[in-house]
T-cell receptor, first 114, second 114 residues
Framework: EAGVAQSPRYKIIEKRQSVAFWCNPI?????LYWYQQILGQGPKLLIQ????????DSQLPKDRFSAERLKGVDSTLKIQPAKLEDSAVYLC????????????FGQGTRLTVV | AQSVTQLGSHVSVSEGALVLLRCNYS??????LFWYVQYPNQGLQLLLK??????LVKGINGFEAEFKKSETSFHLTKPSAHMSDAAEYFC????????????FGAGTRLAVHP
């Protein structure tokens, strides 16, 4: 079974530029999560999708971050414009359904904003 | 509000020694608790989970954790450390009644020296 795929693995951009990350969850997984992991901290949930609908985006900085999950499969997370403090690893995870107790994580995208 | 606190951001042990990583949780309802491991430049991998069944939970790679309600703890242990155990370990609590939202601790980096 293929795992959660993310791309790119690494990205360096200048502040005020825009960037997009892509995630393809495990086939059949209805629930998809985007986490932000700042160096030295635990992952923080940015947004959670159930199929193609958002169920939690309470910690997503909506003035600059956006995410979509068209057709309920893969997802894109965008930052525009980026700030220095957005430097982090962005992790995508998926699970079969909200009641599932295990989420499977991708390798993440390491973003550096200079 | 549910949360987890990991005591000690860095733990260093000798190969063959006991590994003890501490996690305390705060929850007003019976929690689901998890330990994840993150190797360098990798995503998070589930080590074990507590879902209100047995209080002593065995996971992969020889790790286990014991749920102690009286102490609100879920410490991770391994009797004998191996060099390959060097990684970052995250304790997490699931917010019940919601959409399987995971709240992570800040993480503990485990170093294993010869």
């Amino acid at each position: 079974e293929a795992g959660v795929a993310q791309s790119p693995r690494y990205k360096i951009i200048e502040k005020r530029q825009s960037v997009a990350f892509w995630c393809n969850p495990i086939s059949g997984h209805a629930t998809l999560y985007w986490y932000q992991q700042i160096l030295g901290q635990g992952p923080k949930l940015l947004i959670q999708f159930q199929n193609n609908g958002v169920v939690d985006d309470s910690q997503l900085p909506k003035d600059r971050f956006s995410a979509e999950r068209l057709k309920g499969v893969d997802s894109t997370l965008k930052i525009q414009p980026a700030k220095l403090e957005d430097s982090a690893v962005y992790l995508c995870a998926s699970s079969t359904n909200p009641g599932d107790t295990e989420a499977f994580f991708g390798q993440g995208t390491r973003l550096t904003v200079v | 509000a549910q949360s987890v606190t990991q005591l000690g951001s860095h733990v260093s042990v000798s190969e063959g020694a006991l590994v003890l990583l501490r996690c305390n949780y705060s929850s007003s309802v019976p929690p689901y608790l998890f330990w994840y491991v993150q190797y360098p430049n990798q995503g998070l991998q589930l080590l074990l989970k507590y879902t209100s069944a047995a209080t002593l939970v065995k996971g992969i790679n020889g790790f286990e954790a014991e749920f102690k309600k009286s102490e609100t703890s879920f410490h991770l242990t391994k009797p004998s450390a191996h060099m390959s155990d060097a990684a970052e370990y995250f304790c997490a609590v699931r917010i019940s009644g919601g959409y399987n939202k995971l709240i992570f601790g800040a993480g503990t980096r485990l170093a294993v020296h010869p």
